[in-house]
């Protein structure tokens, strides 16, 4: 169809057919820009994630403490903590203490320090607690070694007893509780009259 054609067909058209061709072309016209508008590529929307976030690794975690629980208590041994626990910690990891026990003669709110023994006493019928007194924190006292207190080291210094003797001194302490007198010591497997004789006068309870 020309365009004179076209003009011709157009002059011929009342005015309500040219307003309805008018409103048909634009119909038209719109519904392909809804189309091509649809046609284009959406982006993705990432959502933030509703569960509870994980804990940040960065935070460390507390410090591990090897404790020896030893003495008066119903279960001896190593027992694992953390910084902040306290003897009564200690105590309490062990089963708890036996009767008998003099806890009196102990810092129960002490904290607890790596590598090192809680000892829980027994008392004596005379009312004071075996393995008590002024002890230092390496089991000498008065020039005299503690046997209730000494670290196997300490006990290594006295004359005859060696690394598997000063072991089992301290591995019958752990088992037996303290020891209530230096006689006791010959209760310990290796130990006889001869080597208590030698270190009597060296060792104290």
Request: proline share 6%; hydrophobic share 40%; aromatic share 4%.
């Amino acid at each position: 169809m020309t365009n004179g054609s076209l003009r011709e067909r157009l002059s011929t058209l009342s005015r309500a057919e040219l307003l309805g061709l008018t409103l048909l072309l634009c119909a038209t016209l719109a519904g392909a820009a809804v189309w091509y508008l649809r046609s284009l590529p959406k982006p993705v929307q990432v959502r933030a994630g509703t569960g509870r976030p994980a804990e940040t690794s960065g935070s460390p975690s507390p410090a591990v403490l090897l404790v020896d629980v030893a003495g008066w208590v119903r279960r001896p041994g190593v027992y694992e903590f953390h910084e902040g626990d306290r003897v009564i910690d200690a105590i309490e990891a062990a089963g708890g203490a036996r009767s008998g026990a003099a806890l009196d003669s102990l810092n129960l709110a002490a904290p607890l320090s790596d590598g090192t023994q809680v000892l829980v006493p027994r008392s004596t019928p005379g009312g004071a607690s075996a393995g008590t007194g002024p002890a230092s924190a390496t089991g000498v006292t008065s020039g005299k070694v503690n046997i209730n207190t000494a670290s196997a080291t300490d006990l290594e210094a006295l004359p005859g007893i060696g690394e598997v003797l000063a072991q089992r001194i301290v591995d019958y302490r752990t088992q037996n509780g303290p020891f209530t007198s230096v006689d006791q010591l010959l209760d310990v497997s290796g130990i006889g009259d001869a080597i208590l004789a030698e270190i009597r006068d060296r060792v104290t309870v």
